[in-house]
């Protein structure tokens, strides 16, 4: 849909909306009138098939299908954005217009892959106050497959893919009782039994581990 739009005015406009610039904003940027900005956003949503009275911002829906359209992949880092306050992202929302998700982690209080996951749900729980916005199988595609296309990956444990599996725990006292494309919204890292990356076994000693990571902490803040 979006090859339709004129590059030199339609297309513009609708890069610089994304922008979060407003009507007035985009004209001075593109030296036109306000007048003239306001029609071709009239038909960019024409040409969307964004229809006027639908109950959901235009402007928004029009930024979505720009995004889905450019291929790009939208980061979530859930546990994050709720110790920061930063809100909860339109998950849902870019879904259905066709942007990919992946999940992530910016700090050091939370490292779960399984919690960002699990936390994507809840928080589309949250903002919606309705249960199942995102379906196990669609989780399990965003904390794997989407996030390796993200990096430019093949999907792992395919043909032509890197050989990077996680073993599961079914049966802690998380998991116990759940179906196994119900773990994503039950275990952690704790049921965490065995990684394997590149087809090698990753040591999931726990002493082990936690002397491993004291070394490299003490080898980042205390040396010079």
């Avoid at 900005?37 to 009239?42: A, G, L």
């Avoid at 990956?153 to 009782?177: F, I, K, Q």
């Amino acid at each position: 849909m979006l090859d339709g739009l004129q590059a030199g005015g339609e297309a513009a406009v609708l890069e610089l909306m994304a922008e979060g610039h407003s009507n007035a904003a985009i004209a001075e940027r593109l030296f036109v009138s306000q007048s003239g900005v306001e029609k071709h956003i009239n038909t960019i949503f024409t040409k969307l098939g964004l229809a006027a009275g639908s109950g959901v911002n235009r402007r928004v829906l029009a930024v979505l299908a720009l995004l889905a359209g450019a291929g790009v992949t939208a980061v979530f880092c859930p546990t994050t954005e709720a110790d920061l306050g930063d809100g909860i992202g339109p998950g849902r929302e870019l879904m259905d217009a066709g942007v990919r998700l992946a999940i992530g982690s910016d700090q050091n209080a939370v490292v779960d892959p399984l919690l960002e996951i699990r936390g994507l749900e809840a928080g589309e729980r949250l903002r919606s106050l309705r249960r199942g916005r995102i379906s196990p199988a669609e989780l399990w595609r965003i904390g794997a497959d989407q996030g390796y296309a993200a990096l430019g990956l093949s999907s792992p444990a395919r043909v032509g893919g890197p050989c990077d599996l996680v073993e599961l725990d079914a049966r802690s006292l998380r998991t116990a009782g759940s179906a196994l494309e119900q773990l994503p919204l039950t275990a952690t890292a704790a049921d965490v039994r065995r990684t394997i990356v590149g087809g090698r076994v990753i040591e999931h000693d726990v002493d082990a581990v936690a002397a491993s990571l004291e070394q490299s902490i003490d080898e980042i803040f205390l040396t010079k």
